[in-house]
């Protein structure tokens, strides 16, 4: 069974740095682009962008390019969200999902990881 | 930038069937955008109904299909149930690679 396990929430302050995970199973980890969405709190999916685990290329929305880092570490079968300086604007849940423009892969979705930013 | 349309809300009774579809807010929708569709119900993740226009994700019931109808993705419902009643937002597949989401319909069911 394919899965994507997230990382829990986390509540932090703004101007701290932060990295979410997700971790695929039940899959050859390097076969799917990971893609990033946000959703804020009572709005719609939006996507941020997507990595290739097998070399970290990546893909960026124009609207967080330089906003965020996506990676990932095949040898853990984990992608990762980073932020070097979170605003209260960042308050969000954020989903990896296995978005493909293909007919042969499934489109899987982790959980959700609950990101707060207040001070 | 590239605005993918989806109508903010629909009603549909239960039993009916309904229409939603997704558009692009500058030219047509075919196969190429490998156009998908996702239900979301309140705090719930989204679970992938339909994805490269007409593939049904496994598990999904028959009653959800995926097509083009004109220049715009559809995801027709038929014998609308109580529990159909979520959000349905549709993504688009770009040849930049990037992807872009519609802004999502409420279907209420009553």
């Known amino acids: 069974e394919v899965q994507l396990v997230q990382s829990g929430a986390e509540v932090k302050k703004p101007g701290e740095s932060l990295r979410i995970s997700c971790k695929g199973s039940?899959?050859?980890?390097?076969?799917?682009?990971i893609n990033w969405v946000r959703q804020m709190p009572g709005k719609g999916l939006e996507w941020m962008g997507k990595?290739?685990?097998?070399?970290?290329?990546?893909d960026y929305s124009p609207s967080f390019q330089g906003h965020v880092t996506i990676s990932a570490d095949k040898s853990v079968s984990t992608a990762y969200l980073q932020w070097s300086s979170l605003k209260a604007s960042d308050t969000a849940i954020y989903y990896c999902?296995?978005?493909?423009?293909?007919?042969?892969?499934?489109?899987?979705w982790g959980q959700g990881t609950l990101v707060t930013v207040s001070s | 930038q590239t605005v993918v349309t989806q109508e903010p809300s629909f009603s549909v009774s239960p039993g009916g069937t309904v229409t939603l579809t997704c558009g692009l807010s500058?030219?047509?929708?075919?196969?190429?955008?490998?156009p998908s569709w996702y239900q979301q119900t309140p705090g719930q993740a989204p679970r992938t109904l339909i994805y490269?226009?007409?593939t049904r994700s496994s598990g999904v019931p028959d009653r959800f299909s995926g097509s083009i109808l004109g220049n715009k993705a559809a995801l027709t419902i038929t014998g609308a149930q109580a529990d159909d009643e979520s959000d349905y937002y549709c993504?688009?597949?770009?040849?930049?690679?990037?992807?872009?989401f519609g802004g999502g319909t409420k279907l209420t069911v009553l």
């Open positions: 500058s030219g047509s929708v075919s196969t190429s955008y490998f």
């Open positions: 993504v688009l597949f770009m040849g930049s690679g990037t992807v872009v």
């Open positions: 999902a296995t978005l493909s423009a293909t007919v042969t892969v499934p489109h899987y």
């Open positions: 990595i290739d685990p097998s070399d970290s290329y990546t």
């Open positions: 490269s226009t007409n």
């Open positions: 039940g899959y050859i980890f390097t076969s799917y682009w």
